[in-house]
Structures are given as C-alpha cells and as structure tokens.
C-alpha cells in the first residue's frame, strides 16, 4: 500500500438548496520522496484538500491514510500528537509566534510531546543553518524579512521529520526570489528519511520545479 492513499475524497457544505461540493471524488496515492504540486484557481479546494489530507478538517466521505493508518480512525484526543509526529505544514503566513526566536520557533512542534531534548536543538541549529540563517537564530521575526520568517517556517516544519509535508502557497507572499529559494529549500532540503511533499500554490514557476503536478479543477484533479 502506497505512503499516502486519498481515496474517493468528498467534501460537500451544506446550503439551503443544493449541497455545494467542493471536492468530488479526489484519488491521490504518493510514496516517500514523492514532491508533488497542486495547482488550481482560487477556490478550486486546493487548502481544503490539504486541511484533509493534514487531519485538520475531515471529508463528507472517502478516506485518508498515511503509513498505513487511515485518519478517520485516529481518535480526535491523538490527533495533535500524531500530527506533530507525522506531518509537517507550512502555510502562506509564517505564523512564527512574535515572543520567541527564531530557533525557539522551529522547536516550537517539539513541545506537543514534551520539552525538546538535546537531539532536537541541535537538529534546530543545523535546519537554520540549511535554510540559510546560521547568524539570525537569535532574532526575533519583527527582526526578519519576510522571506527570512518563512526559512524560519519551513525549518519548523521539518523539525519533527515528518513524513508528510503539506505547504499551502507558501511563496504566496515573497517576491520572485524568495519564492525560488524557498522552492529550492522545499524540493532539496536534505532529510534523514526522504518525506512525501505536497505543495499547492498558484505559481506556475514553484510548479515548474516539480517533477510532478495535478491541477484541481471542479473538485477532482485532472
Ligand atoms: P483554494 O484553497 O483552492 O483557494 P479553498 O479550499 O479554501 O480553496 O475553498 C474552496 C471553496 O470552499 C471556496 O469556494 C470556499 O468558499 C468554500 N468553503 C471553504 N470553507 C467553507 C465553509 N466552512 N463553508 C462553506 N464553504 C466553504
Ligand atoms: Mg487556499
């Protein structure tokens, strides 16, 4: 069985008439160091389907899972810790938490289970490093650019050596420049364990870069 199966996913809203269906029937299997983009216009579905793949929101019907466990049957009570365990998401916004440091933040998904050891500040500084900001651990984001915070993001999200990686636009808001690198950052990063990446964006040049893309388009990828 393949790393990540999404079968048959649905995700219908209910509205006084029709149910208005945004997702509709969505199939995607991926392994470990499958790097794959979602491209698709505004409202196509592209973050609902990655909040269902990241167990953040759940489908009308059909069935995630990853590593052989399927997430509808993650009680809810497990599901930060498996979450914190297994997926790592970068969003648009950085949401680094202002009070703290750069290094402070990427341990920040090391708390869900305890305080961070030795191990992980280590593993912190060498992600910082790779990301370009060995000399910016200690500022605070009001001290970084914009592209410096999501560096600071996506070292965050790699933290835990997750297996799956979901980025929602995460070039969204950097120029072109930043966008690359942070592509590169995405696509090259060097990880103990290759991850599955799933990256949505609607830059057709971060898509490029992928060996691999689907577009959405009502609700199922074509
Ligand atoms: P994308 O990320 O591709 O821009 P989204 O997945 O955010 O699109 O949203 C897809 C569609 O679902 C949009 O038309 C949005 O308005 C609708 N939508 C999202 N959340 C809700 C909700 N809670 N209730 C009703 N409609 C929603
Ligand atoms: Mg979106």
Partial sequence: MPDFVASKIVKQYP????PLTILDGVDLELDRGDQIAILGESGSGKST???IAGTLDQPTSGTVSLFDRTLS??????LAAFRSEHIGFIFQQH???PQLSALENVLVPTLAVGSSTPEQLERAKSLLESVGLADRMDHRPALLS??????????????NQPGLILADEPTGSLDE???ALIGRLLLEIETDNPAILICVTHSQSLAAMF???VQLKHGKFV
């Fill in 95 to 97: 949401h680094l938490l």
């Fill in 49 to 51: 389907f990655l909040h």
């Fill in 73 to 78: 049957t993650i009680p809810e009570k497990k």
């Fill in 177 to 179: 420049e930043n966008s």
């Fill in 146 to 159: 914009g592209g410096e915070c999501q560096r600071v993001a996506v070292a965050r999200a790699l933290i």
């Fill in 211 to 213: 060996g691999r893309t």
């Fill in 15 to 18: 509205t006084p008439g029709q």
